[in-house]
């Protein structure tokens, strides 16, 4: 994350094993790139559960970054975040992710609920998480996002072997 900081994709792409592409230096991923080493400076537990690199399978590529927003809180809850580079979106990717870390989360005693939060205007989101049991349990404004809707699912109702509807992805350190 410091090499993206410093707009260095060569070393960063050397760091995490992959090629990576300019997506990672966009504004927004700057933001999250500074947030998430400033928590894991204040909160190293948090190491392991923040965005990683995200690869899809069989192809080797790139295609965005995904992970938590921290570990499981005192409730056991845990948070998806993701983000799929536009140059690879509309081909399942998203959903591969998002399937990819319910099952994470899953396999984790710890975690009681995985929660997302949705921009209620961000249509192609909703869909993404459309089928995976979530259900609308309130709104919250966020500094960065504005008004947002929270979904969860108990993590009990996870399969943590199911395979993925779309793409398939893993994911590596960034």
Not at 38 to 62: D, F, H, I, M, Y
Not at 140 to 165: K, V
């Amino acid at each position: 994350m410091t090499a993206l900081l410093d707009s260095d994709l060569d070393r960063a792409g050397a760091e995490v094993g992959d090629e990576l592409t300019e997506y990672f230096l966009s504004d927004s991923a700057r933001w999250l790139w500074r947030y998430r080493l400033n928590q894991l400076a204040s909160r190293p537990e948090c190491a392991g559960w923040l965005a990683k690199v995200v690869v899809a399978e069989p192809e080797g590529t790139v295609v965005g970054y995904a992970g938590f927003h921290g570990p499981p809180d005192e409730a056991g809850m845990v948070e998806i975040g993701y983000s799929v580079d536009p140059g690879h979106r509309r081909r399942g990717y998203a959903r591969a992710i998002l399937a990819a870390l319910m099952r994470r989360a899953a396999a984790d005693a710890r975690v009681r609920t995985v929660r997302v939060t949705i921009s209620p205007d961000n249509t192609a989101s909703l869909a993404t998480i459309a089928g995976f049991g979530f259900t609308e349990v309130g709104e919250q404004w966020d500094e960065e996002d504005g008004l947002e809707t929270i979904f969860e699912i108990p993590a009990s109702e996870i399969s943590t072997s199911e395979a993925p509807a779309g793409g398939s992805a893993h994911h590596r350190r960034a």
